[in-house]
């Protein structure tokens, strides 16, 4: 009898320990405790041109506007770039990214990169304030901004909402700047990190 009394003893000991312990060994997959946080979304901008990068020869910009206004988009001419626009630069002293509004600072790329034809940078959504859709224009001037060399025909624009991939548009090559600064394809992306 002792025996039984014993052993209901243990099972019930043994069965309180196990109530007490699992609730607190939760755990989610990525080993974190809580709530599994909400995913973070980013862009990457790939711009390819036809003969080489050369920033020490000219610029190349990447122009953002997030306004969610698809009619007033980003237009090739600088003398049009409002408050609302946000952009990347790449000129002989490396890449800027940045508000065109005046004392803006220079923010943080998550990436950014160039070799041989092809130019590239990502940037957190939340770094462009987390915007429904983003017109996007590429332009290439020569080191004193004062000369145009290619641009797209048409600002494109990228629904964030919809995690897609949107390409932009260019015909024929410029007059002036040479393949090194003939913008020939354009590619917007929404990822996940």
């Known amino acids: ?37 909400e995913t973070d979304y980013q862009l990457r901008i790939t711009v390819k041109v036809a003969g080489q990068i050369t920033p020490l020869e000219g610029k190349y910009y990447i122009i953002l506007d997030t306004d969610g206004n698809s009619i007033d988009g980003p237009d090739y001419d600088m003398a049009y770039w409002e408050d609302d626009f946000y952009y990347v630069a790449l000129d002989e002293w490396g890449f800027i990214f940045t508000k065109v509004e005046e004392g803006s600072t220079s923010m943080t790329l998550n990436s950014k990169s160039w070799s041989d034809d092809t130019l590239k940078v990502t940037i957190a959504l939340s770094s462009l304030e987390d915007p429904d859709s983003i017109d996007i224009n590429v332009v290439t001037t ?28 260019t015909e024929g090559g410029p007059e002036e700047g040479g393949a090194n600064f003939n913008i020939t394809e354009v590619i917007a992306e929404i990822i996940s990190y």
Do not use: H
Request: overall charge negative; proline content about 5%; aromatic content about 12%.
């Open 1 to 37: 009898m002792r025996i039984i009394n014993l052993k209901r003893t243990i099972i019930i000991f043994l069965i309180i320990g196990i109530i007490a312990v699992v609730p607190g060994c939760v755990r989610w997959p990525d080993g974190s405790e809580g709530e599994p946080e």
């Open 142 to 169: 020569d080191s004193d901004d004062e000369t145009y060399y290619d641009y797209l025909d048409d600002y494109f624009t990228i629904d964030t909402t919809l995690y897609q991939t949107a390409e932009g548009d």
